[in-house]
């Protein structure tokens, strides 16, 4: 697989390296720019379709369709200086429809229900990845639309108006599907013993 | 466990704990640039071909969309027929001559053959659940092929026969206003004239109805009496041929050879007129030849003392024992009436046609009817619950379509009848006929309430206060000028729409 990627012509114009120049450029046709913008958020997106989904192998291919969808939208983007926060609603949208494709084919029962691999994913104790596959055992009973608000709030710790902009909402609508979810959260917790205790030992101030 | 949760951060620290944890799931490197060239690769693709890619869904609908439309099209499609030995004129009405008979090849495989000298009509019912058939004058004889969810109706002037998966035979001799239905199978519902709504007939039941004497009877017809007829019936497949198909030399009127039994199939044979109905729509007709092996044979007619005076089948026709009025294109009546006819709306009333109207207007008839459509405005009363409710019954009385006994608006004198029969159709109402004696008020009428469009109705049944049955009656119609068929108005308002589609004077 020794493809070259096409990195920019030396006599090519200087590209503005903001993401608003990024964007103008991107749209004007210029490959140089959506490999800038690429490279400039293809950590995040590998970062929120993991944490959204749980290790996997297939994520790759999640990206690569978030950046696809991302380049064939640009033209929805009114302020070209919002590309992160575009970045990340495209890539919750892509993981958001994998999350449901998974939920109708485990119901179809063509693939098993999403599971964690073995291999070990965190580093540290085994409890803590114990717990962590709880916890994505946890989620896959969420809706996709709770799954990606529990991502973007408590996994990125993005502040409210950054939630509320990634899913399109309000910012009271956020709030309130924020509590909604923290109540189920909650109440799902009570079935799975591993996270109790996981969050049961935290309470206690000690380190899982 | 309640120690436990009694150390237990709040809800939303737990879900803040819980995020710390996926946190600290370890992301498998950064991606490489391969996956860079992976997307590339793909975005030349994805931007080749942007807008098919974007139009797919709407295409998709779209196709589907025309897809549904085209099947509810094709479902909705009437049945298809075929029409041989009859012309069609431009009012959709088809005639054979008196040389040769007629027939009807539905695409379901239900036949209709028609006699010499006979004038009909065909509405189709949507879907192809089958068709009504009207027969403005003469002899027909159906075979109709039973259907789930099949319609079929036979309107032979003021009667009508609902067709329930059956086998009958109808006569209808217009001269003499006679009606006769014998059931051979199954059952109908059969409504019009003295006949109440809805009345069901069985095998083995005759019927016979005289407008003449508003009078019907029903008796049992004796097996052997179709058995006979299965026997005796002469006629063959030569109904779409040159040569004529009655056997005139003796033979009761429209006898037939019976065919094999064909249980799939409803043969009825009738004789009517009715001018009601419209005539074949949209559907393609094909007036062609058709094979004569493909005509199934229907059975006879019953004979019947009814049909069997001379003013049927004598050779010198008599003097008629009816007048049918005869409607001008002008709205000029004759053959009985010389008078025009008009329509005229109450107070509360709007018409949609005719389109120009003002008091008395001329009517002219349209396709042989004379219609009158629009709006009633509801009555406006007082002591609604008490004994004196008044209403402005006098102002705003519904509309009316009339017609003057006389060119010069005179009494009817001399030329007067004894019994009049008016047919009609429209929206379900309490329709009512009037009758205005020269030289009274104009707004003082003799009245028929809740007239029944076929009815024939004597003087002696008009009544100066119809609504209330009581009054004052007419002796008899010489000094009546006008006549009106009357659509009331009502505590609500109402649409009307209603056509009268022929008058019959009787002696």
């Known amino acids: ?208 | 466990m309640k120690g436990k949760r009694d150390v237990f951060p709040t809800a939303d620290s737990t879900c803040q704990c819980l995020g710390d944890l996926a946190r600290r799931v370890e992301i498998s490197g950064v991606p490489p640039l391969a996956e860079w060239a992976d997307i590339d690769r793909r975005l030349d693709r994805t931007w080749r071909v942007p807008s098919l890619r974007r139009l797919g869904p709407v295409l998709a609908v779209s196709a589907l969309a025309i897809l549904c439309a085209a099947g509810y099209l094709v479902a909705r499609r009437p049945l298809g027929y075929r029409v041989a030995n009859c012309a069609l004129s431009a009012k959709g009405v088809f005639a054979t001559t008196s040389a040769r008979s007629g027939v009807v090849a539905f695409d379901d495989g239900s036949q209709m053959s028609v006699e010499k000298d006979a004038r009909f009509r065909l509405a189709m019912v949507p879907f192809g659940h089958g068709a009504e058939v009207s027969l403005d004058d003469g002899e027909a004889h159906l075979a109709v092929v039973h259907r789930p969810g099949a319609r079929w109706s036979v309107q032979a002037g003021p009667f009508r026969i609902d067709v329930t998966g059956t086998r009958f035979d109808v006569r209808w001799s217009r001269p003499l206003g006679r009606f006769q239905l014998t059931m051979v199978e199954g059952e109908v519902l059969v409504a019009g004239g003295a006949i109440p709504p809805a009345t069901h007939l069985r095998t083995g039941q005759t019927l016979s109805a005289d407008l003449m004497t508003s009078s019907f009877t029903i008796a049992d017809t004796p097996s052997r009496l179709t058995e006979a007829h299965r026997a005796d019936d002469t006629y063959s497949a030569k109904t779409t041929s040159a040569e004529p198909v009655r056997q005139d030399s003796g033979a009761p009127r429209g006898s037939r050879p019976l065919p094999p039994a064909t249980p799939a199939r409803k043969r009825t044979a009738i004789a009517t007129r009715n001018p009601h109905l419209t005539a074949a729509g949209t559907q393609s007709v094909q007036v062609e030849a058709l094979p004569p092996p493909s005509i199934e044979p229907v059975r006879a007619l019953v004979p019947s003392p009814l049909f069997s005076t001379p003013a049927v089948a004598a050779p010198v026709a008599p003097k008629p024992s009816l007048l049918r009025v005869v409607f001008g294109a002008d709205g000029q009546l004759s053959n009985g009436f010389t008078g025009e006819t008009s329509v005229e709306g109450g107070e509360g009333t709007s018409f949609s046609a005719p389109a120009s109207w003002n008091d008395r207007s001329p009517l002219r008839p349209e396709a042989e009817l004379l219609c009158a459509s629009g709006t009633v405005a509801a009555l406006v009363c007082v002591n609604e619950n008490l004994p004196k409710m008044h209403c402005n019954w006098d102002s705003n009385w519904g509309v009316a379509i009339g017609w003057y006994a006389r060119a010069d608006h005179k009494s009817w004198g001399d030329a007067a009848v004894g019994a009049i029969a008016v047919d009609f159709r429209g929206r379900s109402a309490s329709y009512r006929l009037e009758a205005h004696l020269k030289g009274d008020p104009k707004e003082k009428m003799y009245c028929i309430d809740n007239y029944k469009s076929g009815q024939v109705v004597r003087p002696s049944m008009f009544k100066s206060e119809c609504w209330a049955d009581k009054g004052d009656t007419l002796a008899d119609f010489h000094q009546v000028d006008l006549f009106n068929l009357l659509f009331p108005s009502a505590m609500s308002y109402v649409a009307f729409r209603y056509c009268v589609s022929g008058i019959t004077l009787f002696p």
Not at chain 1, 36 to 64: E, M, N, T
Not at chain 1, 134 to 151: I, K, N, Q
């Open chain 1, 1 to 208: 697989m020794a493809v070259s990627p096409p990195l920019p012509q030396t006599a090519a114009p200087e590209l503005d390296s903001s993401d608003a120049g990024l964007v103008c450029a991107a749209r004007a046709g210029d490959r140089r720019a959506c490999f800038s913008i690429w490279s400039k958020y293809a950590a995040l997106v590998q970062r929120l379709v993991w944490r959204f989904l749980g290790p996997g192998s297939d994520h790759a291919d999640l990206c690569q369709e978030a950046f696809l969808r991302l380049f064939k939208r640009l033209n929805d983007l009114r302020e070209p200086a919002a590309l992160r926060g575009f970045v990340v609603s495209v890539t919750l949208g892509v993981a958001r429809n994998e999350a449901r494709r998974r939920r109708i084919r485990a119901i179809v029962g063509w693939v098993p229900e999403e599971v964690l691999p073995a291999a070990p994913t965190l580093p540290g104790q085994d409890e803590a990845r114990e717990a962590a596959r709880a916890l994505y055992r946890l989620l896959a009973t969420l809706g996709a639309e709770d799954r990606s608000l529990f991502v973007t709030r408590f996994v990125e710790k993005m502040d409210l108006s950054e939630v509320a902009a990634a899913h399109a909402l309000s910012l009271s609508t956020a709030k309130r599907r924020l509590a909604r979810l923290v109540a189920r959260v909650n109440a799902r917790l009570e079935a799975s013993p591993v996270l109790l205790e996981y969050v049961g030992l935290l309470g206690q101030g000690r380190d899982p």
